[in-house]
């Protein structure tokens, strides 16, 4: 039943761009696919945020629209279909869980340009994929809590079980692990983007199990309301979240896509449109690190900062030998950095961390 | 760690509430043969209304007047436009959830990141400080008693008082209470608003004290949720507070088994509060026999003779 309604919301706003469909020289028109709400504060508001910047940038000459809260299946490939027939000529589908939708809609509309989020199929020509290293983040903010944690529980409320959610996890434990060896991972699964009644509820549990540092990659900042009623601190995921600052928001990872739809906007614009594959981290601005407050200690706070200095400069990879599986087996040697080809299908715990990935 | 019985006890009804109250509504509203398939909508209005007039006023009980008040109002709008103008039950109900969502987001603006007042613990005198139980079921705030209690007294009232017939009888045979003299539609109105009121009740339960915060959005399918149960407890008050509570526990449950870490698939946890809940009704029901839907439910009435 839940499933009736973004759809009707997507018929609703997408017949209503027909109407506005005219003639040849109009402005190229920008469609965003969102999983979730533009309120959220956190993965939607960012895209969102970008998508109000390109309409900044380009005033004029781009005309953008969006349908947000698109279940992931069937209702997106109708969400994106009512969208290419309304003239969008570059579709931004904004979830991972639009793979099939979008390479399904693309194959019947040649002409339109689709960008697909965080996945990693490209079937048509007309299909680029783009990504941002999260990890780089997660990287800096796993040395955090590393640091931070006194009870030695770190509480990890994870979505659902897909590589750039499980390189997430692994990320951050071992940068934890590598300044406090003692450091346990607790991840409970929720199944959902975005439900705050859970998120909240999976952060009270973490919480209860003795957790004082938690990491989200949930979309609400429910889980932030529950860290401050009970004093233990977390990082804003996505969006800065800065409303809880100083804590329990202690830093936090931004995703900044705008110089990149700008880009693609522009490209779409010029006719050098080309199916392309992007993954970027925190160097070309495209992950960014909120600002970390001073209930970090300033040494955190420095050590922090050398380590998202040397991943922007190159100089280190967060994924470098020696790293065992979690079964024990050699997956890096000293000294070797991950592919991004394992990176990207990443279904595996690295060694240390406790419990298993969900299918 | 082991996972704390009493804690766990203690979260699960306060997961459980909204839903519960959300679903008590619906629950009379059907029973007068109305689906109003707005929960959802009514919910989340509930919920930023409340925490609006919460956040203004600094006082919880004025929001949750605010939220029972805001659900009713909505409610109104379903019940003209299905009691008065005949329309489509269904697409009424569905078309007062996109419109709740999307008035909900707009009133909403400016109000994320903001905490509401605390509402605060209602110690009861001496029960509070028995052990185990007084931390479970005595200590927490008036509108988990007022749930449970509202449940006594719908499910007392539909059983043994003249007015509890009346609206049943109305959700079975329309015709027949008609001819009795009873006005149908102006006790299906009054049914309509009462379920609104504790949906609106629900979902500011939700932003006021199970979050405790507004975010767009943020019942996320809790409407739907209510919906499912009524059904599958039978039309039945307690068996819905039965279900309510299971679903709150396993949900509560589950998370927890994860943060400690025992070793059962996060998939097979994920999913078992849909699971067991939907088998336990089904199988206190199957027993005695269901009691089926109300007969005249989702069917429009007007009297023409």
Known sequence: ?359 | MGIDPVTLAFWLIVAATPILLAGLGELVVERAGVLNLGVEGMMITGAVCGFIAAVHSGSPVLGFLAAALAGAALALLFGVLTQILLANQVASGLALTLFGLGLSALLGIGYSGISPPPVPRLDLPGLSDLPVLGRILFSHDAMVYLSVAAVAAIAWALRATRWGLILRAVGENPGAAHALGYKVVRIRLLAILFGGALAGLGGAYLSLVRVPQWTEGMTAGAGWIALAMVVFSGWKPWRLLLGAWLFGGVTAAQLRFQAQGIPVPAELLSMSPYVITILVLVLISSGRGMAGAPAALGRPFHATG
């Open chain 1, 1 to 359: 039943m839940t499933r009736l309604i973004p759809t009707l919301a997507g018929f609703t706003l997408a017949a209503g761009l027909g109407l506005s469909a005219a003639a040849q020289d109009d402005p190229v028109k920008a469609a965003f696919v969102y999983v979730g709400s533009i309120g959220d504060f956190g993965w939607t508001y960012e895209h969102n945020e970008s998508r109000l910047a390109v309409e900044e940038h380009f005033g004029d000459a781009v005309e953008t629209s969006y349908v947000e809260n698109v279940p992931e299946g069937a209702d997106a490939e109708r969400v994106m279909t009512q969208m290419a027939l309304a003239g969008a000529d570059i579709i931004f589908t904004t979830s991972f869980g639009y793979m099939d939708a979008t390479n399904n809609v693309a194959a019947k509309f040649p002409d339109v340009k689709f960008e697909h989020a965080t996945g990693y199929r490209r079937d048509h020509p007309n299909v680029s994929t783009y990504s941002a290293r999260f990890y780089e983040g997660r990287a800096v903010i796993g040395h955090i809590a590393g640091h931070m944690t006194e009870s030695n529980i770190v509480g990890y409320i994870a979505s659902y079980p897909i590589p750039e959610v499980i390189r997430g996890i692994n990320s951050a434990y071992l940068h934890a692990k590598a300044v406090n060896p003692d450091v346990d991972f607790r991840v409970v699964w929720v199944f959902t983007w975005f439900d705050p009644a859970v998120e909240a509820e999976a952060a009270q549990a973490l919480i209860d199990q003795g957790a004082d540092v938690i990491m989200q990659h949930t979309d609400s900042t429910a889980p932030m309301t529950v860290m401050a009623e009970a004093g233990v601190i977390g990082f804003g995921q996505a969006s800065d979240m800065a409303a809880f600052a100083p804590a329990p928001r202690v830093a936090s990872i931004i995703d900044n896509w705008a110089p990149y739809y700008i880009d693609r906007v522009q490209a779409v614009i010029d006719g050098t449109w080309e199916s392309t594959d992007t993954w970027d981290g925190i160097a070309p601005g495209m992950v960014e690190l909120g600002e970390m407050t001073d209930a970090i200690p300033a040494d955190v706070r420095a050590s922090a900062q050398a380590i998202a200095e040397s991943i922007a400069a190159g100089d280190y990879h967060p994924f470098t030998g020696p790293i065992a599986r979690q079964d024990g087996t050699l997956w890096l040697d000293v000294g070797e950095v991950a592919d991004d080809g394992t990176m990207l299908g990443m279904d595996f715990y690295v060694e240390g961390l406790s419990g298993e990935i969900p299918n």
